[in-house]
């Protein structure tokens, strides 16, 4: 498979490329050059198979030319091996029509382990045997730095630089992140919030000057392998509820369109999805652009779903390019629009395609506290806020009766132990695969949001090229 950049101007990459690189250096995100599909039949033949078998038939044809099945198949085999689930990513029955896909199983106790497991595994097979040193900068709102330093820490060839912001990430994430101490890992926390830290890093791989010193690579769901992983539980969950003969709708909580884009692939490779429903907190982004074609970027409010207190959203570049017919030069002049203003309206096609799929929702505190305490007395299921956001939509969706609603549960309720017990009066206990995680030792460092400081910082830690 080859992959083309969103903007049109960067080279064409070959898997492993596209894997190690993260951004385009258009300032664009790669995609596939065309997206495979799977036959009715060949949907049909995932029912019954493991995540491993499923995972293996879902990505294959992205990893065509760089991996062999087997090969794809043994790092599927270690990745998953470290979920504390035999399912993987088991589905949980709220009632008649609603379900949870609980995506929470893996070490760090967020969805992101999906992605970030496999990934450190393979960068760590396409860095084996090169003099090659990467220095991976990431911006976390908690789960994604949480997750790419457990898959990443101690490996050889690789420097982690991740920045949160500065008291936004609740304190099991940022315990997940501060308590690894393995040198190769380096926390920056930045005064600001999590779009000023996503900002940063996009100033670096955009700046010549510093891109240029390091093999830069990243980790935030602008890599393209992330996204592909991710489509495979959306094939999993479905084939268990009817697929390919009956459709099955998706709500997703949204932050960074990555996890709700793997639904869309999916759906592209052939998967009967009725719907994907679009969810997002008070902030509130993609509502407004899928619901009135408004994409212009609000202050950033915190709330008790912090992965999702997102008002740029990196992801939806793909979707404005797909749905745009594919014209690089476009999506550039659109993008470049967008980044001088910080606002933009999409097009006819844009919102006419996406109407097809996507449905969108805007929840409240009020509603999110509502669906947590449905989920707990209606089934005695305990969720965490950013699933709660997902199962709110899903109940306030339009959608025919007679199709299954699968709500991605995205992290462990224990994750967001304050907002949980003041919604339904449970205080969720965190699990054993944690440990010690309040005892350890934590290290970090705490910086101005700047880009001489973090870039002066980095710089005198990385391992140059
Ligand atoms: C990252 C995250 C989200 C949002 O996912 P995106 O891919 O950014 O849309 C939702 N919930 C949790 C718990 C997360 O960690």
């Known amino acids: 498979m080859r992959y083309i950049s969103t903007r ?8 492993e490329q596209v894997t190690l690189a993260g951004l385009a250096s258009d300032g664009g995100l790669y995609v596939p050059e065309t997206w495979p599909s799977l036959s009715a039949g060949e949907i049909a033949g995932l029912r019954g198979l493991s995540y491993v078998d499923t995972a293996v038939a879902v990505m294959a044809p992205f ?3 760089t991996l062999t099945r087997e090969e794809l198949r043994g790092l599927c085999a ?35 382990d999906v992605a970030l497991q496999l990934l450190g595994l393979l960068f760590e097979r396409f860095l084996a045997g090169s003099d090659k040193h990467l220095t991976v900068v990431g911006a976390t709102s908690g789960d994604t730095g949480s997750a790419a330093i457990d898959a990443l820490a101690g490996r050889a060839g690789v420097d982690v630089f991740m920045l949160h912001p500065n008291g936004r990430v609740s304190d099991v994430q940022r315990r997940q992140m501060t308590t690894v101490l393995a040198p190769n890992i380096h926390n920056i926390a930045i005064d600001g919030s999590f779009d000023d830290a996503q900002a940063l890093v996009k100033a670096m791989f955009n700046d010549p000057g510093f891109s240029g010193k390091f093999a830069l690579s990243a980790v935030n769901s602008i890599n393209w392998a992330r996204l592909m992983a991710q489509v495979v539980y959306y094939f999993y969950a479905a084939v268990r509820l009817g697929a ?32 994907l429903v679009v969810a997002t907190n008070v902030n509130d982004i993609l509502h407004r652009a899928l619901s009135q074609g408004d994409y212009s970027q609000g202050v950033v409010v915190p709330t008790p779903s912090p992965s999702m207190d997102i008002q ?16 690089g030069a476009a999506t550039r002049e659109q993008m470049r629009g967008f980044e001088a203003t910080k606002a933009m309206r999409l097009t006819n096609a844009q919102r006419d395609g996406a109407a097809t799929l996507f449905a969108s929702d805007r929840i409240d505190l009020d509603d999110m506290a509502l669906a947590m305490r449905w989920a707990c007395e209606g089934s005695g299921q305990v969720i965490d806020p950013h699933s709660a956001i997902g199962l709110a939509a ?16 995205t992290a462990h309720p ?29 290290r970090y460092a705490t910086l101005p949001g700047t880009f001489e400081a973090v870039t002066g910082y980095i710089a005198e830690r990385a391992v140059a090229v």
């Not at 470290?82 to 949870?100: G, I, K, M, N, Y």
């Open 244 to 275: 390919p003969e009956c459709p099955v709708a998706f709500s997703v909580p949204t932050g960074n369109f990555g996890d709700v884009f793997a639904g869309y692939v999916a759906a592209k490779m052939g998967l009967p999805v009725a719907k």
């Open 312 to 327: 740029v959203s990196s992801n939806f570049e793909r979707l404005l390019f797909d749905l745009g017919g594919r014209d």
């Open 394 to 409: 899903a109940r306030r969706a339009d959608l025919p009766a007679d199709v299954p609603v699968v709500t991605l549960a």
């Open 78 to 112: 270690q990745a998953y091996g470290r979920f504390a689930h035999s399912a993987v990513t088991p589905l949980v029955q709220l009632d008649e029509r609603h379900w949870l896909l609980e995506l929470f199983h893996g070490p760090t106790l967020a969805f992101k």
């Open 414 to 442: 224990s994750k967001f132990r304050e907002p949980v017990e003041r919604a339904t009066g449970v205080r969720p206990a965190l699990p054993a695969r944690i440990g010690d995680l309040f005892d350890r030792e934590e």
């Open 63 to 65: 990893v065509e030319g």
């Open 8 to 15: 049109g101007a960067a080279p064409v990459l070959d898997f």
